[in-house]
């Protein structure tokens, strides 16, 4: 079975708080990605990548960041938190070419920001 | 570009009774369409797919969805709606060489004893 870690289910930080998600998979994926999820908005790409070092903004990239500097692990990076970054984030991965588009998502995290 | 639109937010059936969501979506080629399902304080897990061959696919739980080309559309039925289907529901939509899927805004399904 594929796994999707995330390394918190929960998490609390002050605005202007530099704040790092991480997200690592098992199943030696090239695609990793990063979502938000808000109540009726459903889920907005963040970054995804498709290897080491390579990244690729989504629909709403602006206040964050990423790092991909193994394959299995991917980070969101919150350079200076807002209180309109409280949400919750999914990571997922996928395989390339012929089954990209199955995506594995992790279990979340909710980040409120105060 | 492509969409997908899931109309309904909120849909509430009764423990039971027929369980329809739908999605519509707009592609310029012939997509893949997937149907996510999101229990409380959980991540998505894929409920079913259409990707090709026979229009209507089955999925885990009891639940089915039929793509229909000339609808745009990939409804989400099942037969009889259990306590445990309570979740929120997502509708996705893939098109070949764009990796990433594009999601609905969800719908969330409650079950009424």
């Known amino acids: 079975d594929v796994k999707v870690t995330q390394s918190s289910r929960y998490l609390v930080k002050r605005t202007g708080e530099k704040v790092f998600l991480e997200c690592v998979q098992d199943?030696?994926?090239?695609?990793m990605f990063w979502y938000r999820q808000d109540p009726g908005l459903g889920l907005r790409l963040i970054y995804f990548s498709y290897d080491v070092k390579m990244k690729e903004k989504g629909d709403i990239p602006e206040g964050y960041s990423v790092s991909r500097e193994k394959k299995e692990r991917f980070s969101l990076i919150l350079e200076s938190a807002s209180t309109n970054q409280t949400s919750m984030y999914l990571c997922?991965?996928?395989?390339?070419?012929?089954?990209?588009?199955?995506?594995?998502f992790g279990p979340g995290t909710r980040l409120t920001v105060t | 570009a492509q969409s997908v639109t899931q109309l309904g937010s909120h849909v509430s059936v009764s423990e039971g009774a027929l369980v329809l969501l739908r999605c519509n979506y707009s592609s310029s080629v012939p997509p893949y369409l997937f149907w996510y399902v999101q229990y409380p304080n959980q991540g998505l897990q894929l409920l079913l797919k259409y990707t090709t061959g026979a229009t209507l696919v089955k999925g885990i739980n009891g639940f089915e969805a039929e793509f229909k080309k000339s609808e745009t559309s990939f409804h989400l039925t099942k037969p009889s709606a259990h306590m445990s289907d309570a979740a929120e529901y997502f509708c996705a939509l893939f098109e070949w060489g764009n990796t990433p899927l594009v999601f609905g805004k969800g719908t969330r399904l409650s079950v009424i004893a």
């Open positions: 199943m030696d994926h090239e695609n």
């Open positions: 997922a991965s996928s395989l390339s070419g012929q089954s990209s588009y199955e995506q594995y």
